[in-house]
């Protein structure tokens, strides 16, 4: 995985990404963000009613360090401890209070260290499903299963000088709204049903926010995985 492709769906051409360029609260801090997928940039490009660019890139990877938040290393609350970390979370619970500083405490993150990161896209359905979590509303469990189900995949980070120097811009392709929007939309929908199958598997023996709390999980508990 030595050289990458990659697409960065956009409403513009972007020739030159710009390392410090772009948004401190997307999922994980300020980077650009990729797919190593075609179809899913050409529906992140697209709004309604107006077309966006999937632009494509190589990415020289050799020698960098890659944090891969789906290798067997890590576990799903590391991915919730930087999104909450970084996304604006609106706290309205006691328990999800504690539930925030006990992930930021116990499972968060040092990015610092890595050049690109490989973790979930946080759409607003997963943003939803996360929150739902963390306010105890579902167990760890369904949490897992219905992001899985809702096949809205990984992104691609950006993160250091390095990659920003390394990466080259190879095309670009246009992506017709009237396709993509709607492809971009029926994922969203089909990722909030998937959710909503799972609230009706009433998880008795799960394990949620405050159990996690209560019992001071660590990364290292095999139920995490």
Request: contains cysteine; aromatic residues 12%.
């Amino acid at each position: 995985m030595s050289v990458m492709t990659l697409y960065h769906g956009s409403s513009e051409i972007i020739r030159q990404p710009v390392y410090g360029k772009g948004k401190a609260y997307n999922d994980y801090g300020t980077g650009f963000y990729c797919t190593e997928h075609l179809e899913l940039a050409k529906e992140w490009a697209c709004t309604e009613n107006v077309d966006g660019y999937a632009n494509r890139y190589e990415l020289d990877a050799s020698g960098f360090s890659i944090l891969n938040l789906s290798s067997g290393e890590y576990t799903i609350l590391h991915w919730l401890a930087l999104l909450v970390e970084y996304r604006q979370l609106r706290i309205s619970t006691p328990v999800m209070r504690r539930g925030v500083a006990w992930l930021r405490e116990h499972f968060l993150l040092d990015l610092a260290p890595f050049d690109v990161i490989i973790g979930y896209r946080a759409d607003d359905s997963y943003f939803s499903f996360a929150r739902a979590f963390v306010n105890n509303e579902i167990s760890l469990f369904q949490l897992s299963r219905a992001m899985r189900l809702g096949k809205l995949g990984e992104q691609v980070v950006l993160k250091s000088p390095a990659a920003f120097e390394r990466i080259r811009f190879m095309g670009y392709e246009v992506a017709d709204n009237t396709v993509y929007y709607a492809k971009r939309k029926a994922r969203d929908d089909d990722a909030r049903v998937s959710y909503r199958a799972e609230l009706e598997l009433d998880d008795l023996n799960g394990l949620f926010m405050r159990d996690i709390i209560r019992e001071e999980v660590q990364p290292n508990d095999p139920r995490l995985r």
